[in-house]
Structure formats: C-alpha cells, structure tokens
C-alpha cells in the first residue's frame, strides 16, 4: 500500500511539472518571420535556433548568422537609460588615509575594510562625468566596494571595486533596417603608448573611451558605432590595464542571404 502511495505521488508530481513545462513552453514568442540562412546551408545549433526564436523579429543577427547574445542585443538598442548590460567596471588601489575627512582620526586596523567600504563611494564621484564627456548621456553609481582581503595594513592601502552603468546618446539619424544587417563586435584595449603615464584612475578611463571611440569603423564600412561595456585596472605609478567592447551595425554579408519562413500549407 505505502508503494502505491508513493508510485502514485510520483505520477502527480511528474504530471504536475510537465502540465507547467507545456505552458511555459507554449508562452513563449513565435519564431521570427524572417530567417537568415547561411548558403553553406548548414542549419544552425538547435540551442540557437531556439535562441533565435524567443527573440523578437528586429533584433540583429551576428556576422556568422547565429543569433546575438540577448545582453549584448539590450544594450546595443536600449539606450535611454542606464543599462546593467552596459557597464563600465573599474577597479582601482587608493589610500585609506585620502578617505578620510579633514581632521578625522583613522580607524582601529580591524575596521579598515568596514571604513573602506563606507567611504568607497568618494572614489566613484569623478568617474561617471569622464563617461558623460566620452561616450555617454547619462551614468549611475550601480556599486563601489573595497575588495575583500585587499586591505594592505602596511601600505594603508586597499583595492576598490566600482561598477558603474550608463546610457548613451541618441544617435545622428534612425537606425537601418535590423534584418538587412548584422551586429559587429570588436573588444578595444588600451594601447602599450597610451597605458602609462595616467596621474589618475579619471585619466586612464579618460583614455580607455578616447581608444574605444578610436577603434569605430568608417561611417561606410558600419553604422551606430557604440561603446557598450568597459573595464579598466589601475593602481598608482603602474601601467594601466582596460577593455572595452565596441559595437556596430554593417550591411549583411554575401554568405548570408535573407530565407523566408517555411510554413505548414493550408489544411485542405
């Protein structure tokens, strides 16, 4: 009697999860009208096509013909707000003694991280207006931490962790048609003659921007050139380390070639 109790709440529970499986399955959006097909004729990854299918029928596709990456596709085309896909995340070494206001006395060697994190924000006041001037419309202070254990008691120093998110501007004129596209990517890092020398975390990321911008494509060879995510390592008298990832749009290439649906015919 206990196995056929058991047997048969097994059965419900089974029965349960895949009645909700169905639901979740059939709620989700129809396949995108439109195909790009790549004349290898090759069909693509069962997980990108079911990728593909959840996405809406304007967004891009990538280069190869494969769907793009739903974070890197939200923020190529959400730019009217500040957007966790588009983020510009700096770590940094400071002194703890620079955190202090005029006057006030250090904190006891065990609270230094507390007093750290406490201040951490201070660090983050000038880095969303070097965005603003650069690349952005708008910036927000999303974190700024002191990395745990990076404390140096000796030094009295500590690394910092700011992650900052941004929006960008409005672009010159409308964005071409999605489906006759692709969307370019190109990671950019700071070149070896422009890594040193920065006096300030400001000027290092000041630079990072300035080499991203830089690395845009000529107005014919792509389109809405963006800046979407940027990360930059600096520590006072030591060369700089950053990267930022920069997107466009550019006319789709010969290999791929625009399919239309495959539908089932009319019953009948």
Excluded at 119 to 146: E, W
Excluded at 155 to 172: H, K, N, S, V
Aim: proline fraction near 10%; hydrophobic fraction near 45%.
């Amino acid at each position: 009697m206990l196995r056929f109790l058991i047997a048969t709440g097994v059965t419900l529970m089974l029965l349960g999860f895949g009645a909700a499986g169905w639901q979740y399955w059939q709620s989700l959006p129809d396949a995108p009208a439109v195909e790009m097909v790549a004349e290898t004729g090759t069909p693509p990854p069962a997980s990108a096509a079911r990728t593909a299918a959840a996405l809406p029928q304007s967004w891009p596709i990538s280069p190869t013909g494969g769907a793009v990456a739903v974070t890197d596709v939200r923020a190529f085309l959400d730019q009217d707000r500040s957007e966790p896909a588009r983020s510009a995340v700096i770590t940094l070494t400071a002194t703890l003694d620079d955190l202090l206001a005029e006057g006030e006395v250090p904190p006891e060697p065990v609270f230094s991280e507390v007093f750290g994190d406490i201040r951490a924000p201070l660090l983050a006041d000038g880095l969303c207006p070097v965005l603003t001037k650069g690349t952005a419309r708008l910036c927000v202070v999303h974190s700024a931490r002191v990395v745990p254990g990076s404390v140096d008691l000796a030094r009295g120093t500590a690394r910092f962790r700011i992650e900052l998110y941004y929006g960008l501007g409005p672009d010159a004129g409308a964005l071409p048609d999605l489906a006759l596209h692709v969307l370019d990517q190109e990671p950019v890092t700071i070149a070896p003659e422009n890594a040193t020398g920065h006096a300030s975390v400001e000027a290092a990321l000041a630079a990072l921007i300035d080499a991203a911008t830089a690395a845009c494509p000529a107005e014919e060879a792509g389109q809405a050139c963006r800046v979407l995510r940027l990360s930059l390592d600096w520590a006072p008298g030591q060369t700089a380390s950053g990267q930022a990832q920069v997107s466009w749009l550019r006319p789709l290439p010969k290999s791929l070639r625009v399919a239309p649906p495959i539908d089932p015919s009319p019953e009948g």
